[in-house]
T-cell receptor, first 116, second 117 residues
Framework: DAGVIQSPRHEVTEMGQEVTLRCKPISGHDYLFWYRQTMMRGLELLIYFNNNVPIDDSGMPEDRFSAKMPNASFSTLKIQPSEPRDSAVYFC??????????????FGPGTRLTVL | AQKVTQAQTEISVVEKEDVTLDCVYETRDTTYYLFWYKQPPSGELVFLIRRNSFDEQNEISGRYSWNFQKSTSSFNFTITASQVVDSAVYFCALTGTFYNQGGKLIFGQGTELSVKP
């Protein structure tokens, strides 16, 4: 059974460019999370969805960041315009239905973003 | 507010030594869940264990064991007879259960464990 799939695995772009990160959750999972990992801030939640609906986007750093989940099997995180401080590893995770907070989150391999 | 503190930033041991990674948490939820994840040098996050707030039984899985104490808000992780393959960053994390707060994994800063041969 495939795990959480993220693409691309690595992205190098120049400041000001638009970046789109993609995630396919595990089939049957109804929660999807986007996290960012940096040396300075550690692992922090950006946004999460339940049944394709955004529930909490309080972690999204600013308006340059947006996330969508058009269907149960696909989500995107977009940064426009990108800045060097956005350089980080972005993880997508999903979790199956059940008691909220109780289930382990299954993480994708991450996308390493470098903004020059 | 929820918070997880892993005071040990880096630990270095020699193979076969036992090592304990500390985790202290803060939450106002009465029902919550604690997790440990491992991040090896390859970068993925690997789930190790989940414990709910009503279950204070210690758990052992092979060389790994976990000690959960609500009285001190701690959820410590011990590796017995460490091996080089245990070298990784280990994260302790916490979730609550209230709608629109629950499910959010609050991570500690991580402890980087280096096991030398």
């Amino acid at each position: 059974d495939a795990g959480v799939i993220q693409s691309p695995r690595h992205e190098v772009t120049e400041m000001g460019q638009e970046v789109t990160l993609r995630c396919k959750p595990i089939s049957g999972h109804d929660y999807l999370f986007w996290y960012r990992q940096t040396m300075m801030r550690g692992l922090e939640l950006l946004i999460y969805f339940n049944n394709n609906v955004p529930i909490d986007d309080s972690g999204m750093p600013e308006d340059r960041f947006s996330a969508k989940m058009p269907n149960a099997s696909f989500s995107t995180l977009k940064i426009q315009p990108s800045e060097p401080r956005d350089s980080a590893v972005y993880f997508c995770a999903s979790t199956p239905p059940g008691t909220l907070g109780a289930n382990e989150q299954f993480f994708g391999p991450g996308t390493r973003l470098t903004v020059l | 507010a929820q918070k997880v503190t892993q005071a040990q930033t880096e630990i270095s041991v020699v193979e076969k030594e036992d090592v304990t990674l500390d985790c202290v948490y803060e939450t106002r939820d009465t029902t919550y869940y604690l997790f440990w994840y491992k991040q090896p040098p390859s970068g993925e996050l690997v789930f190790l264990i989940r414990r709910n707030s009503f279950d204070e039984q210690n758990e052992i899985s092979g060389r790994y064991s976990w000690n959960f104490q609500k009285s001190t808000s701690s959820f410590n992780f011990t590796i017995t007879a460490s091996q080089v393959v245990d070298s990784a960053v280990y994260f302790c994390a916490l979730t609550g259960t209230f709608y629109n707060q629950g499910g959010k994994l609050i991570f500690g800063q991580g402890t980087e464990l280096s096991v030398k041969p």
